[in-house]
């Protein structure tokens, strides 16, 4: 078997994440700028040292998948091995059948302004971005940025955008 070369970065998000019970990579404890954790994390992807699972923390969301929602990444048994790690912690004997997983709703903080914008989303003919303004004391841009990216690509939601007379364009969930 060839050994696997890892540069510091690698090293440190791999020997983190198998360092966590459940083998979590994120939340990505090294102090990399930009796009170098996506980078790293792209690279130990292709080395198959992490694999992509269902999100059940949006505080942990690698990115959204049209069919499977929210995804996070863990470290796999390779990973383990790679590191010297010779005991993985959900390894099991061969001859005893594994438990299924079964994955946990995605959480989401009630009471948060993000919870109240899903909420007048919602409703009857959804918001306009002034009604959000006002509701929420955000910025136009701010409620903008939230239905595109949090909402949108971060929870899945589909949201309908079109001009309805005397309000102008309102903003709601489809159903």
Not at 75 to 80: D, G, N, S, V
Not at 109 to 137: C, F, H, N, P, Y
Request: hydrophobic fraction near 40%; proline fraction near 6%; include cysteine.
């Amino acid at each position: 078997m060839t050994q696997i070369q890892l540069s510091d970065a690698q090293s440190v998000i791999l020997s983190t994440a198998c360092a966590r019970d459940d083998g979590a990579v994120f939340p990505v404890t090294t102090t990399l700028k930009g796009g170098a954790v996506g980078n790293v994390c792209k690279s130990l992807l292709k080395k198959a040292l992490i694999e992509e699972i269902e999100a059940t923390d949006l505080n942990t969301v690698w990115r959204h998948d049209e069919e499977r929602g929210p995804i996070t990444l863990r470290a796999t048994p390779l990973a383990y091995s790679t590191l010297g790690i010779i005991d993985p912690p959900d390894a099991q004997d061969d001859d005893q059948p594994k438990p299924e997983a079964t994955p946990q709703p995605v959480r989401r903080r009630s009471g948060t302004k993000q919870d109240a914008l899903i909420a007048m989303l919602s409703a009857e003919g959804g918001a306009t971005i002034d009604e959000i303004v006002a509701a929420l004391d955000w910025q136009p841009h701010t409620a903008r940025g939230v239905i595109s990216g949090a909402l949108k690509k971060k929870l899945g939601l589909t949201i309908i955008s079109e001009k309805v007379d005397g309000r102008g364009r309102c903003y709601r969930i489809a159903l």
